[in-house]
Nanobody, 126 residues
């Protein structure tokens, strides 16, 4: 069984920074892609950023481009999200996710992913 553990959330003032981390443990697997989603209060889960290892492609939601940076290590199945210039609208529970299947897939939709972290709360005060 695979477990993803995400961490690094917290309370920060607008304009501040946070770094989220996610590590996979348990059964060994090689991921096709890893990503981050978030769920603001009372809203649906939404895409934030993803990294497809083959070809080293990165993807970002328009709302976070230029402020968030995704990085990671394919061999270790770890992914990080450096968040700068945080805004109150970034407040959400953030989830990391991993896709284990090597096939064309949209990394911006939750259905692509097989494993999920438990979520870490990010709160940005104004």
């Amino acid at each position: 069984q695979v477990q993803l553990v995400d961490s690094g959330g917290g309370l920060v003032q607008a304009g501040g920074s946070l770094r989220l981390s996610c590590t996979a443990s348990g059964r060994t697997f090689v991921s096709n892609a890893m990503g981050w989603f978030r769920q603001p209060p009372g809203k649906e889960r939404e895409f934030v950023a993803a990294k497809r290892w083959i070809g080293d492609y990165t993807y970002y939601a328009e709302s976070v481009k230029g402020r968030f940076t995704i990085s990671g290590d394919n061999a270790k199945n770890t992914v990080n999200l450096q968040m700068t210039g945080l805004k109150p609208e970034d407040t959400a529970v953030y989830f990391c996710a991993a896709d284990k299947d090597y096939r064309p897939a949209d990394v911006k939709v939750p259905e692509t992913y097989d494993y999920w972290g438990q979520g870490t709360q990010v709160t940005v005060s104004s």
